[in-house]
């Protein structure tokens, strides 16, 4: 891989004073700084089997990753932080190990929000892949919350209630997820919304239909036994933040031990959008859940990018987990309110990229993958290799492979889960989200899920 950029905004400020940058010896050692010690991947509604890809934002085209404009706010922050880079961003041979996450003292303490929950991992159980993950497969020890996707906001107030499926299936999936998860320890939520949601949100969060909506949503926690609700409007413009707001107003005057989650874009360091209303969001949602994974885009300006990086590389690759959880943490959104994402499929890029921080040439395919087919149609050692910056493992070959014809396949594994648990565990975050379990799923086997509980519920 060439030279890289260290282009963390915590750590261009921290060697802008003078500070010593926090590295990491290896993937099991601590995260250290000059002398100090810390603790030890919606985007997609479907893949090849049923997920269609979302495209970032071009990396310097002023737009959020599905997010409204942020306006002059947003702009300022961007043009301060090119100019802390400017001074400071340094280039590092490419064996060099990248800028570690800030150090615990670093992050927000939570003093305002909801009452803590403790570290969750929520997996996303979406209903159309109940044909290939039933309900009894689900490896319980890795969650504290199982989210089913998804409930349809509809115009009128009310919600669709197939979960993908039909008017019959639908509530019996509901039903069976919801007696499986308390027998087993888990939280259900309902999750509402999905891809393209904001238009059927904004009808039926108006004035005339508010109360409508709401009550519907408690209709889901009384009928199911739903503990709580997941809010997945997408995109969340700054406009639509006071109805989020609302929502959980009305929703705990009528349930006040209903549990609250939001799931929320990732960044683009280039341009960081106004995340200015989120510490209000935060203060009445138990998660601020931010879906940090499809996170590469062909949009011109960017290079090769990895599904789901805990660290990013430089401007034509300005998406990663800390990258993001900085912006948000920098708005004064708390750490222990905030989660991050991964995800149970990857990204396939076609020739002539073989790897990350590539030109895309004539590239002209990025298509997601199952976790299952990765290993399925894909895996090999010999393919496998590791980005040291990025922290996470890529699939490499010379000819198009496999049933998408991929030449770079970036996707998350047991190793990248121990990273990013140490990287959770140092900034005192929350915990993470998992989009979407069943797509890991095959002949009795999860493997990823297994990852999922070692690295974070051990």
Request: hydrophobic content about 40%; overall charge negative.
């Amino acid at each position: 891989m060439p030279g890289l950029a260290l282009r963390s905004r915590r750590a261009a400020r921290a060697l802008a004073a003078g500070a010593t940058l926090c590295v990491a010896a290896s993937l099991a050692s601590a995260w250290s700084c000059g002398g100090q010690s810390g603790g030890t991947g919606d985007g997609v509604e479907a893949g090849p089997e049923g997920a269609t890809h979302v495209d970032a934002a071009p990396p310097d085209s002023g737009a959020d990753t599905g997010s409204e404009n942020p306006g002059t706010g947003a702009e300022a922050d961007a043009m301060a932080e090119a100019e802390v880079l400017g001074d400071v961003a340094t280039d590092v041979p490419a064996e060099a190990t990248p800028d570690a996450p800030p150090d615990a003292t670093d992050a927000t303490d939570a003093t305002d929000g909801p009452t803590p929950l403790g570290t969750w991992v929520m997996g996303y159980y979406y209903g159309p892949d109940q044909s290939i993950y039933p309900v009894s497969a689900i490896e319980w020890p890795a969650l504290t919350h199982v989210a089913a996707a998804f409930y349809r906001p509809q115009t009128d107030g009310g919600l669709d209630e197939t979960l993908g499926l039909d008017a019959t299936a639908g509530p019996a999936l509901a039903t069976s997820l919801v007696t499986a998860a308390h027998a087993n320890g888990v939280k259900a939520i309902a999750s509402i919304g999905g891809a393209s949601s904001q238009a059927a949100f904004e009808q039926a969060t108006a004035a005339g239909t508010l109360a409508t909506f709401v009550a519907n949503l408690g209709s889901l926690l009384t009928t199911y036994g739903y503990d709580g609700i997941d809010i997945d409007w997408e995109p969340l413009a700054i406009a639509d933040q006071p109805a989020v707001l609302a929502i959980a107003s009305q929703l705990r005057a009528a349930h006040p031990g209903v549990v609250l989650t939001i799931a929320v874009n990732y960044t683009n360091a280039n341009f960081i959008p106004d995340l200015s209303g989120y510490p209000a969001i935060a203060a009445v949602y138990d998660q601020v859940n931010v879906e940090t994974y499809g996170m590469a885009s062909l949009s011109t300006g960017w290079k090769s990018w990895h599904t789901s990086a805990l660290h990013y590389a430089d401007k034509a690759t300005p998406a990663a987990i800390d990258e993001s959880i900085d912006a948000y943490l920098d708005a004064g959104v708390p750490s222990a309110s905030l989660g991050f994402g991964v995800s149970a499929y990857g990204l396939c890029y076609g020739t002539p990229v073989t790897g990350p921080d590539e030109e895309l040439g004539d590239a002209q395919t990025l298509t997601d993958v199952s976790y299952a087919n990765i290993f399925a149609s894909y895996y090999t050692p010999a393919a496998r290799q590791w980005d040291p910056l990025a922290a996470v493992p890529y699939l490499s070959f010379a000819t198009p492979t496999g049933p998408d014809a991929c030449t770079f396949i970036t996707y998350d594994d047991a190793q990248s889960l121990a990273g990013k648990s140490t990287y959770l565990q140092a900034t005192k975050l929350g915990g993470i989200i998992v989009w979407r379990i069943g797509q890991a799923y095959s002949s009795g086997q999860n493997p990823l899920l297994d990852a999922v509980a070692t690295s974070f519920r051990p």
